[in-house]
């Protein structure tokens, strides 16, 4: 299990989530509010440069709120960041 995978593990205490997400998000049993942050997460961590207003309108319309949009983007881009840190340096995670 990744790290994020781990700590998704300790805060939603349900193994078949995690492994559902870790396989592919789309299929998983999750509203429309959460499914739209996932989405935004994985154009802004593909893409990053294809992001428009577009897509923080549909978080708005969704009903999050400013403060939360720049939360979900600072959280992605520093998980981004992480990664790519822990990848470049050949980081292994530790056992627990």
Do not use: W
């Amino acid at each position: 299990m990744t790290h994020h995978g781990a700590a998704l593990h300790m805060l939603t205490k349900d193994d078949e989530l995690v492994e559902q997400l870790k396989k592919d998000y789309s299929g998983a049993d999750l509203d429309e509010k959460t499914m739209a942050i996932l989405l935004y997460a994985e154009k802004l961590t593909l893409q990053p440069n294809s992001i428009t207003d577009e897509d923080v309108n549909v978080l708005k319309e969704k009903g999050y709120s400013d403060r939360a949009i720049l939360d979900m983007c600072q959280i992605t881009a520093y998980f981004n960041f992480v990664n790519r840190l822990a990848d470049g340096l050949g980081i292994q995670l530790e056992k627990e």
